[in-house]
């Protein structure tokens, strides 16, 4: 007689069948039973829903807050999952769940339940950045600092957050400045490279300094901008020379090994770096920082730049929102608010208990968007969740931004989306150079929520496509053609190119062969076709995907609801502007986004706080 399927075995295939669950996260809690058979059911199921959540981006489950985990599942389903989970039993067998003391699939820390693995990045991200950052520097001496600070910021305001952060960080060894588009990080990272230069030349130092961003376009981006501000800024000529201007993916920067998600650089064969600035720091998940604070030296200094408020990574984990997490923002310990005083005239009548806030710097005055600024002010109101603040931008009829009605209707469609391409399209239509695709592809980018669906990037990329059939600019059965952007989805090592990285098609000059052209460290290199690794047509590309890239013209696409539309990805499509701001979509589905924030599972905020109180 066929035995008869356990409450577990129904709940799990039920759940899956309605993907809520995943073929993975089954397999993982089969492969626990098979491993351990005593697990109970409570276990198994947890085991499920930890995978399942990763895959959502959370580190780990909050024990107390299962029934706001399950909230999405239908009644029924929910229910059952309940009952399960609230048997009584003892979760923590130090077989199948363990406390962290020895090797278990998973374990329960702070009442939060994480994969091994995962539990380990986190505990290692904590103690290295509190550690670092409670960590004796050779400070530079308070005048010293304050002739320096002069020297380099010369602004009357107050209080000037720029002198600040760069008075922040000056004397960590890590340190995270935050702030929003046009607050002048790449103008504050580069005078407080001069100083540090400038200190460490005097005291007889050619410091190593070493700058990276997570993808490919990040730091090319922060490579050219780390350029442009050296020559808009009275720097002397041997500091200069020593201010680096290429920038490194973050693969690259580690020694990315092929076929391993391991890297050359780790705790036993550490950079060679005095001091390391990563851009696009919002990006980096929580395995990537676990490898990145792995590989720094006891004495490298690192400083995180990036904006706390934008997406969380693609992959788990919200780790600079987690550390830019402190009560108060601008708000330091009593010794260096002292030192801040005195070195920037900043005062401030709260002091922080949190030491790890001494580390922390905000930016919070925007240069670029002015008050007549409709896309700073639409970025405001979003970032603070003002859903009525949406209405009162629209009203306002601001000159950079555009607000377009949606239509079901593929032409009219396709007609608001041309509108945009119009320069790239003439280029692709007299065969011009990469260098004027990639500076033209740069000027205009369609962003969307989703992937599939009538506005998602995989339908509006195949339109565009059927429209140039239609212009004889492509061929219908050759996925390539000139002007064709591609963006790389999966790391390839050996070929240096990474996921997020974007290439051009276009003719050779010289053999009048199709290659692909990449621009990487200042630099454009061209490949065939042929040896690319996964990529997808780029002409529209999910928000996510856009993060570390700017245009000066964006138009983002939300005409349905869409379960991962909320604030923070709202926000990342709005800021990736720089000009000008497009709307196709329905209002009433922005403001929903806007009302919503998500938060990430994680317990590093929490675990930098207990660390950094405890030392």
């Known amino acids: 007689m066929k035995e008869q399927p356990s409450a577990l075995q129904v709940l ?4 899956l069948q309605v993907k809520l669950l995943q073929a993975m996260d089954l397999q993982f809690s089969q ?9 109970s059911d409570c276990q198994l199921l947890l085991s499920a829903l930890v995978s399942e959540q990763l ?12 029934e706001s985990t399950l909230e999405h599942w239908p009644v029924q389903l929910r229910h059952s999952a309940l009952q399960i989970l609230r048997a009584p039993q003892t979760l923590i067998d130090m077989q199948i769940i363990g406390d962290g003391s020895q090797l278990t699939p998973l374990v329960i820390d702070n009442n939060r339940l994480y994969l091994y693995r995962y539990w380990q990045y986190e505990c ?5 950045l509190v ?33 600040i952060a760069a008075a922040v960080t000056s004397n960590r060894l890590i340190s995270v400045i935050s702030g929003g588009p046009g607050t002048g990080k790449t103008t504050t990272v580069t005078k407080l490279l001069a100083i540090y230069i400038e200190h460490q030349l005097a005291i007889g130092r050619r410091p190593i300094i070493q700058l990276a961003a997570p993808t ?9 901008s780390i350029a442009q501000a050296k020559t808009k800024l009275t720097i002397p000529e041997q500091v200069l020379a020593l201010i680096p201007e290429q920038g490194k993916t973050l ?12 890297f050359i650089h780790n705790s036993d064969n550490p950079l060679l770096v005095d001091l390391l600035i990563i851009d696009e720091a919002s990006m980096i998940d929580l395995p990537m920082m676990a490898s990145i604070v792995d590989a720094l030296s006891s004495q490298t200094r690192m400083i995180l730049i990036g904006d706390r408020d934008q997406l969380a990574s693609v992959e788990a984990g919200s780790v600079l929102g987690d550390i830019c997490a402190a009560p108060q923002i601008a708000c330091y310990s009593k010794a260096q608010s002292d030192q801040l005083a005195e070195s920037c005239g900043f005062s401030n009548s709260q002091y922080s208990q949190y030491p790890f806030a001494d580390n922390l710097a905000f930016l919070q005055k925007s240069y670029r968007f002015s008050e007549h600024s409709g896309i700073g002010e639409l970025a405001r109101v979003c970032n603070a969740g003002d859903v009525a603040g949406v209405d009162r931008v629209i009203a306002a009829d601001f000159d950079d931004l555009t607000w377009l009605q949606p239509s079901a209707d593929d032409a009219q469609l396709l007609s608001q989306l041309l509108s945009g391409y119009t320069e790239y399209i003439a280029l692709m239509k007299t065969a011009r150079t990469a260098t004027e695709f990639l500076a033209c592809f740069n000027r205009f980018q369609v962003l969307c ?12 990329n195949q339109q565009l496509e059927q429209y140039f059939e239609k212009q004889q600019l492509k061929e219908p059965d050759n996925r390539w053609y000139v002007g064709r952007p591609v963006m790389i989805t999966r790391n390839d090592n050996q070929m240096q190119l990474y996921n997020g990285d974007v290439g051009i098609a276009c003719k050779d000059p010289e053999t009048g062969q199709l290659k692909v052209y990449f621009e990487r460290s200042g630099e454009i290199h061209a490949l065939l076709p042929s040896r690319l690794p996964a990529h997808e047509t780029v002409f529209a590309m999910t928000v996510h995907k856009s993060q570390g890239s700017e245009f000066d013209h964006v138009m983002l696409v939300l005409a349905q609801a869409a379960k991962v539309a909320n604030r923070e990805l709202i926000y990342t499509a709005i800021t990736r502007a720089k000009q000008r701001f497009s709307f196709l979509g329905s209002v009433k589905v922005l403001q929903k986004a806007v009302a919503e924030s998500t938060q990430r599972s994680s317990g590093l905020a929490q675990r930098i706080w207990q660390v950094s109180s405890s030392e």
Not at 12 to 15: G, T
Not at 251 to 262: D, Q, T
Request: hydrophobic share 40%; with cysteine; charged share 30%.
């Open 251 to 262: 693969h690259r920067l580690l020694g990315a090994r092929p076929k391993s998600k391991k």
């Open 216 to 224: 490919g376009k990040a730091a090319a981006r922060l490579s050219e």
């Open 12 to 15: 799990l295939d039920q759940a």
């Open 449 to 460: 929520a989703m992937r599939v669906g009538p506005f998602g990037i995989e339908k509006i």
């Open 124 to 128: 290692r991200v904590a103690r290295k």
């Open 131 to 163: 550690g670092a950052g409670n960590a004796q520097l050779e400070e530079i001496a308070a005048p010293v600092l304050k002739t320096l600070l002069d020297k380099y910021f010369d602004s009357a305001e107050q209080p000037d957050w720029q002198r």
């Open 31 to 39: 492969w626990l039973k098979r491993q351990l058979p005593n697990s």
């Open 55 to 66: 895959s959502q981006g959370h580190v780990c489950i909050d024990l107390a807050a299962l």
